[in-house]
């Protein structure tokens, strides 16, 4: 009996986890469009903090034999949430922000497994794959709710310069079949991203006191 693609394997073995990380009250508050611009620029704000590490180990491994083909500079997320942040915060948006505790939790895990393909594989996958899939309706909401447009706002959720996002997706899923490693870090890397998504569950569940703080609408 042939093996399933590691890709479908991941995929389920995370469902779960997947799901969780969905079912949240400040994302349902999101977007019934019941937050303030700023309540938003909240989770931009953790956003940004996660993707300054998980941006940073991607340069560090860029010659990675295993990691190397997940280093993509096209989907390098940095820029597009400081022009998010401005426009949610204005130019002095640095002033505004600052990392939740549960942030500071993910973005330290993060830095920890850098030089661990593997587990910078694992926080890859969790993040961008989310944000080329459910992200996409999320900014199409966002855009309705909030009336932003190209060049700020939601440019997080764009990208251009990946070209067709289902091939890009499949694509990616090739390199997960293809990754040159044996069954036990496959189930490594399989714990490692069940990790990844609980943290950034815990980093959005933590947003709900925004939500809690908003006055009702």
């Known amino acids: 009996m042939s093996q399933a693609p590691f890709s479908e394997v991941l995929r389920t073995a995370t469902w779960g986890d997947h799901a969780s990380a969905e079912d949240d009250g400040y994302l349902k508050a999101l977007m019934a469009g019941r937050l303030s611009r700023e309540a938003y620029g ?23 034999p295993v990691a190397g083909p997940f280093v993509l500079p096209e989907l390098y997320r940095e820029e597009a949430l400081v022009r998010d942040l401005e426009t949610v915060y204005g130019a002095r948006w640095a002033d505004r922000i600052e990392p939740s505790k549960p942030t500071l939790t993910l973005v330290a895990r993060i830095n920890q497994v ?33 009336g932003f447009g190209p060049g700020g706002g939601v440019d997080f959720y764009r990208f251009d310069r990946v070209g067709s996002l289902p091939r890009f997706k499949d694509a990616y899923r090739a390199r997960l079949d293809a990754l040159p490693v044996d069954e036990p870090e496959k189930q490594r890397i399989i714990r490692e991203t069940r990790l990844a998504y609980q943290l950034n569950t815990e980093v959005l569940a933590d947003l709900g006191r925004v939500a809690r703080a908003e006055p009702a609408a």
């Open 114 to 146: 850098a030089a661990w393909p593997g587990g910078y594989i694992a926080h890859h996958y969790t993040r961008y794959m989310g944000d080329l899939s459910g992200g996409q309706f999320i900014r199409m909401e966002l855009e309705k709710i909030y």
């Open 42 to 64: 909240e989770l931009v704000a953790q956003h940004y903090f996660a993707y300054v590490a998980l941006d940073g180990a991607s340069r560090e491994l860029a010659g990675d």
